[in-house]
């Protein structure tokens, strides 16, 4: 079974592993990401991104501050060496990435990575919100909403701000293809005055 | 009982809470700080807090990248009035704060914001060196361990790097007297590339 470099891609975005990794489990699930995602969960997720952070070592940390001085992001976005990290392009993506965050307020760089607790809150809103309907429809909406809130909340899977036909994995999978690196995006925060906290 | 204004600053740092409650709750105690903390915790010191965080509204975030690209800091310092926000003195305490996070490494703002297990594993450790000895001795032993841990460890309660016959907190009271406003470092993050994280 063929899988495309896209989907390889996709997957490694999603998940921050390494090419083989994501190929390996595409060909596994005949293409199907998310089940995919399911495998290299029970093999060890955890112990093989660790690996990818480490091969991602280099890197730089950058932030950004709106004018007013009260909305502010720092980022960590991590590559192989550090002549790519020096790359033009590479700082380019700092930016946009930093401006993206304070604009758009993401919880979470990837989909794995959102708290348990927010996920159960949305699919119990979806549910009540679908009652009454036959429970296979039911799923079928629950599903679809939470997909949407995904995106809408996820850093890889938002529309990007200054451009919204390409989602930050699109613009991520652009320089990852510009650079022939693997480039993560580690982490972020984005601290603004007066937002209520947990 | 009298209690003294520095004594009442340093439980509203510690706790972020107002001064008339540090007062009130230092007066209770006869001065003595750690048993006032817990006074405060019992009157609930969360909904207190929120309400400190409220009368401190205002605020600016900040940011410092460390001239690598490898290192980076952003801070959330909160006061009371956008007047004070601007204020150059102010201004001047984030760049130093920044500064201070970026080489000190902190890992939390105040000691009650200290994961709870990483506390439990510095008293295992500290329980582990001094046994042997009498148990009223390994009590004094573990707490007088754990207050050096703690003083290398929390914001507050390290030697400001500019000056280390300063705590941050000496500092930061400082500002408080020279603004005559309620200042609290709300939060803090710093990245580093290549760390190991949880």
């Not at 891609?9 to 999603?14: D, I, N, T």
């Not at 990290?85 to 990575?113: G, K, Y």
Request: hydrophobic letters at 40%; aromatic letters at 4%; proline letters at 2%.
């Amino acid at each position: 079974m063929a899988v495309t470099t896209q989907e390889v891609l996709k997957l490694r975005q999603r998940t921050g592993l390494g090419m083989m990794d994501c190929k390996l489990a595409l060909e596994e699930t005949g293409g199907d990401v998310e089940k995919a995602i399911e495998v290299l969960r029970k093999k060890g997720l955890a112990a093989a991104r660790k690996k990818a952070v480490r091969t991602a070592a280099e890197g730089r940390v950058h932030s950004y501050i709106h004018h007013n001085g009260k909305v502010g992001v720092l980022v960590e976005v991590d590559c192989e060496t550090d002549f790519v990290a020096r790359n033009e392009q590479f700082l380019a993506f700092l930016n946009d990435l930093c401006l993206h965050i304070c604009a758009a307020a993401p919880i979470a760089v990837r989909r794995e990575d959102v708290p348990e607790d927010l996920v159960e809150t949305e699919k119990r809103i979806a549910r009540e919100q679908a009652a009454g309907k036959p429970d296979n429809i039911i799923e079928k909406i629950v599903e679809g909403k939470l997909n949407k809130w995904y995106a809408e909340r996820v850093l890889l899977e938002q529309a990007f701000v200054k451009n919204d036909e390409q989602t930050v994995q699109d613009l991520l999978a652009d320089l990852v293809a510009r650079t022939g690196e693997n480039v993560v995006i580690q982490r972020f925060a984005r601290f603004e005055v007066g937002e209520e906290m947990s």
